[in-house]
């Protein structure tokens, strides 16, 4: 992706919810050394009040370390993203010994490099979206009981979003078996495209629709703020941790005057509807 033709434009938002104390964590970091290449995490940390906030720096921690050392020239970012959720297990699992709970994280993370290739990874149940516009083109699969009630078709998507057992994870970073990895390559980023990262404390309150619309129509500053504050008010003071991060990519166009007479107008509203009946979503994954 040449840097003279596209730039991105980003934002990351973080909530406490109504939860007591803040266990999720988000980073977008801009590497060092090699213009254009980016990286994106969300990290929903599992384990009482120190045990899912360790669990979840300890994702950071690693994120940072592998990604300062990377480089998109040379390595390769789908085994770099790999290494990062299978090292940052190995921690977590020590970490347990000093914390009151046994500690777990999910983890989000998307890559992009200077030539605008996008290389995702997840673990758990917080997801990855890419937009095309106002159109959802594909996002993660969770790592979920319900997400497998799904994929047999026993449940519809909008089921499991109301499931009881909504909150449980068939897999995650910290437990005693290895986490689930998957990945996802999106060959090349075009003006248009948005990514969005982010902990079910948001997804849970939004459809694929809404969410697009959200992001085509908002800046991601903007995006990230609506979305916080929506789901806050659809969680009827049942909500959990909210972290998100956006990304999208324009043109670089030659800015133009406005014809005499014409006023700016106002950017249309996202087409989000009433609050959602559904409850909020629980920290206690197992």
């Not at 120190?50 to 998109?72: H, I």
């Not at 983890?107 to 290389?119: E, S, T």
């Amino acid at each position: 992706m040449s840097t003279k033709a596209f730039r991105l434009i980003a934002s990351t938002g973080i909530h406490k919810g109504d939860r007591e104390y803040q266990q999720d964590q988000v980073a977008l970091i801009a590497h060092s050394r090699h213009n254009g290449c980016v990286l994106g995490v969300v990290a929903d940390g599992m384990g009482g009040r120190s045990g899912g906030r360790k669990a979840s720096d300890q994702v950071m921690m690693t994120a940072r370390q592998l990604f300062e050392r990377y480089s998109p020239e040379t390595d390769d970012a789908a085994a770099m993203l790999k290494s990062m959720v299978e090292e940052a297990h190995i921690v977590i699992r020590l970490t347990a010994i000093a914390a009151e709970q046994e500690p777990h994280s999910t983890v989000a993370a998307f890559l992009i490099n200077p030539r605008g290739d996008c290389h995702w990874v997840h673990a758990g149940d917080s997801r990855i979206y890419h937009f095309q516009g106002a159109r959802l083109t594909h996002r993660t699969s969770d790592h979920s009981y319900v997400q497998a009630l799904v994929d047999r078709g026993e449940l519809t998507e909008a089921e499991a979003n109301n499931h009881p057992h909504s909150n449980i994870l068939v897999g995650c970073l910290g437990t005693e078996s290895d986490p689930p990895i998957t990945t996802h390559l999106i060959s090349q980023l075009h003006p248009g495209d948005t990514l969005m990262a982010c902990s079910d404390g948001v997804w849970h309150y939004f459809s694929p629709t809404e969410l697009a619309s959200v992001v085509e129509s908002l800046s991601p500053r903007e995006a990230t703020e609506f979305l916080i504050e929506k789901a806050r008010t659809r969680a009827r003071g049942g909500g959990d941790n909210l972290s998100l991060v956006i990304v999208k990519i324009e043109a670089l166009v030659e800015e133009k005057k406005p014809m005499q007479g014409l006023g700016m107008g106002a950017r249309p509203a996202p087409a989000v509807g009433a609050p959602a009946a559904a409850a909020g979503t629980s920290t206690s994954k197992a």
